[in-house]
């Protein structure tokens, strides 16, 4: 680490420790000195006294400069983001041919496209990380359905109790849906009926079968025990058998595997499923024949053409050994104060838990160099996640004249005034920051395009996430980054909003894989 970065690093660590220790109020002083704390740490501070005249503020001329600096920092060139693209390939080869790789390229045992034939009531429990959602899907066909949903609230404490207490909650969530649901009327199930379910649980699992899978670890808050290297769908069946429920446990999908596979029933040029959000990753089928790790279960003696979706987990790319990713001392000190230190590499730069971040750390280092906020209180800006992502986008869509939005952000989250020119400055900021984002989304996107060869004759990719979905100009972003990546036939590639991967895709994949069964197509996967 250079010694300019390590020096970051250092400041960022010491004001992530002392920031919840700040006494609520200060002696008001003009201009800077020191304060010791009760831990005895000594912390400089910029204070005035109330009313004493106008607050410094940094020159045009400063924030031109610093402005110049983050553009050299944040922007990406073709010739780099193709370099991206090309090793981001390699890693998806190398996670196809052995298992265990930084990017895992997981089959899931979804085999091959809904051909539209799919029809009748299916049911889908969706397991979130703030929300339990059961569905009931009718598929009618021709990339029709119609659906019926309810959400139920997970509580802290629940996400933390015995894991088999939080299977019998999902399975009683399941028995009062189906038990509302039951009527003589269209769109709903028959009394007595038996219907099949697919369950969308998109936490780190293996799984020998689809309607198999043994949680690795919890992630998104859950510390549920007992259940980490326990199969979660024999749990579960256990749980709806309690219930007297006439329900069959089909399938189980990531969230991501379900975008792919509901976007292409609705619309079947779709390739590629991806999520933007607090997290990120993506699916696409591949040929069985091209997965050497995949040899052994013997499927090419049934079919030499199979096809099989495969759930990438791509926001590990570039873990460890940090060769490809354009990483700033920003998202170095993201990383190493994560609770995975050198993990999640890409998804650490691109997804919407962190661009917030990103831009609080360097309002940090300039309110640390005197450059910004002289005078004001800034503690709250030195509170580690403050600056939500959704800021950024406020911030970028600020319609007025004076970026009055960006007034009312800084004067009532963080309590510091701003001048016109610092709030041009933090929209150029953030406008960088969410284009790199975009751009690096891109990269992956293109790695499956070049690997699979859609680019000649083009493909749709179907999109889903809130950074993909609620962020402004996101999505056009990403269709620049393929141009840059491809000329003008990147937009042969074209990127659509997904449709609901974990309750319709779960739904038509229960589906699939009933019809799987009957025909003996695969019976040991």
């Not at 969410?434 to 891109?442: D, K």
Request: net charge negative; charged share 25%; proline share 3%.
């Amino acid at each position: 680490m250079s010694e300019e970065r390590k020096s970051f690093a250092e400041t960022a660590l010491r004001r992530a420790s002392v920031a919840t220790d700040l006494p609520s109020t200060t002696a008001s002083r003009r201009g800077s000195g020191n304060l010791t704390l009760a831990s005895g740490q000594t912390i400089a501070v910029h204070t005035r006294i109330q009313g004493e005249g106008e607050l410094p503020h940094a020159t045009k001329k400063t924030i031109a400069e610093h402005l110049r600096k983050y553009e050299a920092l944040f922007n990406l060139t073709a010739p780099r983001l193709r370099m991206i693209v090309s090793a981001f390939e390699d890693a998806l080869h190398l996670g196809l041919e052995k298992p265990e790789q930084v990017v895992p390229m997981i089959p899931t045992f979804v085999f091959g496209w809904p051909n539209g034939s799919e029809q009748g009531d299916y049911l889908a429990l969706d397991l979130g990380g703030t929300n339990l959602r059961v569905c009931l899907v009718t598929l009618q066909g021709g990339g029709k359905f119609e659906l019926t949903s309810t959400k139920y609230r997970l509580t802290e404490e629940q996400k933390q109790e015995e894991g088999e207490k939080l299977i019998e909650f999902c399975a009683e969530c399941v028995a009062s849906f189906v038990n509302a649901n039951v009527g003589e009327a269209d769109g709903l199930l028959k009394k007595g009926q038996e219907v099949a379910l697919g369950f969308t649980f998109s936490y780190p699992c293996t799984q020998e079968r689809i309607d198999e899978a043994t949680l690795i670890r919890w992630t998104k808050g859950f510390g549920a025990p007992n259940i980490e290297g326990h199969d979660v769908a024999s749990m579960l069946r256990k749980a709806l058998a309690k219930q007297n429920l006439p329900v069959n446990l089909t399938a189980v999908i990531n969230d991501t595997t379900g975008t792919l596979i509901a976007s292409h029933y609705v619309n079947p040029k779709t390739r590629i499923g991806v999520i933007f959000g607090t997290g990120c990753n993506a699916a696409y089928m591949e040929k069985v024949k091209n997965i050497p790790k995949m040899k052994s279960l013997g499927l090419l003696e049934e079919d030499p053409e199979a096809e099989v979706a495969i759930n990438c987990e791509w926001g590990a790319f570039d873990s460890f050994v940090h060769q490809y990713l354009p990483r700033t001392k920003y998202d170095e000190h993201i990383d190493l104060t994560s609770n995975k230190p050198h993990e999640q590499s890409f998804e650490k730069l691109i997804s919407g838990r962190y661009l917030g971040e990103i831009m609080r750390l360097v309002l940090c280092e300039l309110i640390d160099e005197g450059v910004l906020f002289l005078g004001q209180n800034t503690y709250k800006l030195e509170i580690p996640y403050a600056f939500d992502t959704a800021f950024l986008s406020l911030m970028e869509t600020d319609p007025t004249d004076e970026l009055l939005t960006i007034i009312g952000l800084f004067t009532y989250f963080f309590g510091v005034e701003t001048t016109f020119e610092e709030r041009q400055f933090f929209r150029s900021l953030a406008k960088l920051i969410s284009r790199r984002s975009a751009y690096l989304s891109s990269c992956g996107i293109a790695a499956i395009v070049n690997k699979m060869g859609y680019l000649e004759e083009g493909c749709a990719v179907a999109a889903d996430g809130s950074l993909y979905g609620k962020y402004p100009g996101f999505s056009n972003r990403v269709h620049d980054g393929l141009t840059e990546i491809f000329g003008k036939k990147g937009q042969n590639i074209v990127t659509h909003l997904a449709e609901d991967g974990s309750g319709v895709g779960s739904a038509i994949i229960a589906a699939m894989t009933e019809q799987r069964r009957k025909a003996g197509k695969f019976n040991k996967v």
